[in-house]
């Protein structure tokens, strides 16, 4: 990704200086794909620093951790006050709001910004989610908002996301609805697949279709794509790859500061562990022998049912978007980041993985309302949910009659559910909580924030509990 954004500037008529730690790299970089291009290549920290106008802006795309921090102090001793350090890999955003801090003790500018869209996206054109030291913005901007994917009125999908670890909260929520979108289409297929029987070839058709309507996206686009791609001996190759799946933190992060917040962003969270369960793929394979599921019987209406996983894949996105936004508003308030969340989906709405046109249904909905408490309750998103929850229902439930897990997709239905629920069961909760430790309750006929205890069995005390919450 670095050397592809380099070419993208280069290509936008910045002059780029690159330097690594393996100064080989730089020689082959400036031989092979710069070759013919302004790039300078700089064999020290010292040379790159000599070779950058004031002020000095300098991007970092190395791995998240204990190396930017390495690479930040190898760095300060060349700059000056007033120069820019850019953090463009996938940092966790506390990691960022500690190096702005210290970094602003030193008069350097810091900003730590998401950069996606794989490699395609950073040499042709990437979502990129800058936040950090608003004073360095104005040196940035021009750069990052010429280099970035542009959505169909030329906006470019990069503005200011807000102070210290704005930009890296942002970018990690992006990565949790990733694994979200990710899982669910992942669901989708094995219903197809294992639950009606297509093949690669039909798969292929049912999401090149979807991809022309509503499901409009990249992810949806490269799963038509995959699905298609024969091995070389002609079988299909997605049937040849071994199902554990990876992962580098940033989904587990989402769910971590969800638990922090207390926000249920549960379908991220049940995406993260599906790629865990995934990963006992020994243990999974010695209890398909021991324990047993349902008979599969055929769907009699095929049609029927692949148009109700693909209302049930859409109304369950719907969902973790919905989570996630919940998630950026609760950080929000806990950071003081003034957050433009219609402005997040347009920097989401080009490329970035995410990216689909559903994205300019959620920009609609905050530049129709900016106090929006939930997408849910948006007239589109009401509307299509209620239209489409009974395919929705009809999906999971076949899904249970042919045994196929399908975690994301319940979850986010049993989301739904809650909260179009004016009374939930928590009463008895609190009640239970009293009963055996004295926490109280609140009373629907009392005003909120009066606490009662009661002497359930005769045998407690008087004395209740401390209210609070975690």
Known sequence: MGQNLVLNMNDHGYRVAVFNRTVSKVDDFIQNEAAGTQVVGAHSIAELAQALKRPRRVMLMVKAGETVDQMIDNLTPHLEKGDIVIDGGNSHYPDTNRRTSAL????????????????????????????????????VKEIFQSIAAKVEDGSPCCD??????????????????????????????????????????????????????????????????????????????????????????????????????????????????????????????????????????????????????????????????????????????????????????????????????????IKEAYDNNPQLTNLLVDGFFSQTLNNYQASWRRAIVQAIQYGVPTPAFSTALSFFDAYRTARLPANLLQAQRDFFGAHTYERVDRPRGEFFHTNWTGRGGRVSSGTYNV
């Open 104 to 139: 602003a003790e030193k008069g350097i500018l810091f900003i730590g910004t998401g950069v996606s869209g794989g490699e395609e996206g950073a040499r042709h054109g990437p979502s990129i989610m800058p936040g950090g030291s608003p004073a360095a913005w104005p040196h």
């Open 160 to 361: 200011w996301v807000g102070e210290n670890g704005a930009g890296h909260y942002v970018k990690m929520v992006h990565n949790g609805i990733e694994y979200g979108d990710m899982q669910l289409i992942c669901e989708a297929y094995q219903l197809l697949k294992d639950g009606l029987g297509l093949n690669a070839a039909e798969l292929h058709e049912v999401f090149a279709e979807w991809n022309r309507g509503e499901l409009d996206s990249y992810l949806i686009e490269i799963s038509s794509e995959i699905f298609a791609k024969n091995d070389e001996d002609g079988a299909p190759l997605i049937d040849k790859i071994l199902d554990t799946a990876g992962q580098k933190g940033t989904g587990k992060w989402t769910g971590i500061s969800a638990l922090e917040l207390g926000t249920p962003v549960t379908l991220i969270g049940e995406a993260v562990f599906a790629r865990c369960l995934s990963a006992m793929k020994e243990e999974r394979t010695a209890a398909s022998a021991i324990l047993t599921g349902p008979k599969r019987a055929v769907e009699p209406d095929r049609a029927g049912f692949i148009e109700d996983v693909r209302r049930a894949l859409y109304c369950s996105k719907m969902i973790s978007y919905a989570q996630g936004y919940m998630l950026l508003r609760e950080a929000a308030k806990e950071q003081g980041w003034n957050l433009n969340f219609g402005g997040i989906a347009l920097m989401w709405r080009g490329g970035c993985i995410i990216r689909s046109r559903f994205l300019g249904k």
